[in-house]
């Protein structure tokens, strides 16, 4: 049964909208960049804390970026950091599909990262702040990792390469992703690697217009998800520098 109405009332609430941190156009580029390990850094996971559980970390400042302040991370193994959300599951090696669950998701080399126990120097998850206000900077390093390959076809799976890399959060807002030359790379491998706000908005993505190459390419609206390929056993990695609102690969 319906009422017996030819009109009905309704109301609605216009509020201002706060502007999503990643819907606006960037460029980037695919070079290899410096990498310098972190000297004496704050140790989360190494051989003696053999753990999958994220690490979560007070931010040792409020971090600004655009309208947004955070205030704390979490640290996975797998390859990214969660600015101001709930810690993912261990599982988990798509973080940028998970927008519901942090305020901001930075993937560097997101995928089911494995310790590298054959390294000449051990491995570790470590993060270490630098400088002082108003130049501080957060950097949070992996290093000596694998990465898990499946092979379809045989229901096999085996970890391959060698790979070292940092996340660069710096008080300005700017975001630095650098990678170390990648190891022992016999094969081609693939991992996540962008950014992902929380907002229905935040769905732009940096992917690769060739089979082999991520140089100058534009971020395009686009449900895909962006992707880091080693496409030969070079040991050429892609590196990000995300400056504000604008997003470069150096």
Do not use: C
């Amino acid at each position: 049964m319906y009422p017996e109405y030819g009109v009905t009332a309704a109301m609605y609430v216009q509020q201002p909208r706060r502007m999503p941190l990643l819907a606006r156009e960037y460029n980037m580029s695919a070079l290899v960049t410096g990498f310098e390990p972190l000297a004496d850094p704050i140790i989360l996971r190494d051989r003696s804390m053999v753990t999958p559980r994220p690490s979560e970390v007070a931010l040792p400042f409020p971090l600004q970026i655009s309208d947004r302040t955070f205030v704390s991370m979490s640290i996975a193994k797998n390859g990214f950091v969660v600015l101001d959300g709930e810690p993912f599951e261990n599982w988990v090696t798509n973080p940028l599909a998970r927008l519901e669950n942090a305020q901001l998701i930075i993937a560097a080399f997101a995928g089911e990262l494995n310790p590298d126990t054959s390294a000449p120097a051990p491995w570790r998850i470590a993060w270490k702040l630098y400088n002082e206000a108003p130049h501080r900077m957060i950097a949070i390093e992996w290093r000596n990792f694998t990465i898990r390959k499946f092979n379809w076809e045989t229901g096999q799976a085996f970890d391959i390469g060698r790979f070292s890399f940092q996340i660069r959060i710096h008080e300005s807002g700017r975001i630095d992703m650098v990678y170390d030359k990648a190891e022992e790379l016999t094969e081609a491998v693939t991992a996540q690697d962008g950014l992902r706000g929380n907002d229905v908005l935040d769905k732009h993505a940096v992917f690769s217009l060739s089979e082999n190459n991520l140089l100058d390419v534009r971020a395009t609206t686009s449900r895909r998800i962006p992707q880091i390929s080693m496409l030969d056993a070079s040991g050429m990695v892609k590196g990000s520098r995300i400056a504000g609102t604008s997003v470069q690969r150096v």
